[in-house]
């Protein structure tokens, strides 16, 4: 599901800005026009409550109207390249003073702890830590 701001967990968040960035990337319209389907799809599911049990009931058959639970949802993001398509790979690119975690999805949380020793190492030789130091961030 697009979110319409990069840290909006509710469906009403919303960052004209940060909406205006995401309908204005090249890749953003490749991906829509060849995945459109999809993306209304996901949309429906999102916004009724009965459509998303029915998706649901697809794997546990038991589900009912009453384990659903109206708490929100988490912002998983998930980077599109110029072409319009998504990348699947971890992507940790280093600049001068900075490195930058641009893609981790999913087993993201499963692999954090492998994903976060990378980037303490990187860290470690970038930023000329002492070894000291290294042990405290790895």
């Not at 009912?64 to 072409?83: E, H, I, K, Y």
């Amino acid at each position: 599901m697009l979110a319409t701001k990069r840290e909006g967990y509710r469906k009403r968040d919303f960052s004209f800005s940060e909406f205006l960035r995401t309908i204005t990337y090249p890749g953003f319209w490749k991906m829509g026009i060849r995945e459109w389907k999809t993306g209304v799809w996901e949309i429906n599911r999102s916004l009724r409550k009965g459509v998303f049990l029915e998706s649901l009931q697809q794997l546990v058959p038991e589900l009912t109207m009453s384990n659903l639970d109206g708490t929100g949802s988490g912002v998983r993001a998930q980077a599109v390249d110029n072409a319009g398509n998504l990348v699947d790979d971890f992507r940790i690119e280093e600049s001068h003073g900075a490195i930058h975690v641009l893609n981790a999805p999913s087993p993201g949380a499963t692999s954090s702890l492998v994903i976060g020793e990378y980037i303490a190492d990187l860290a470690g030789r970038n930023f000329s830590l002492s070894a000291a130091t290294q042990t405290m961030v790895g």
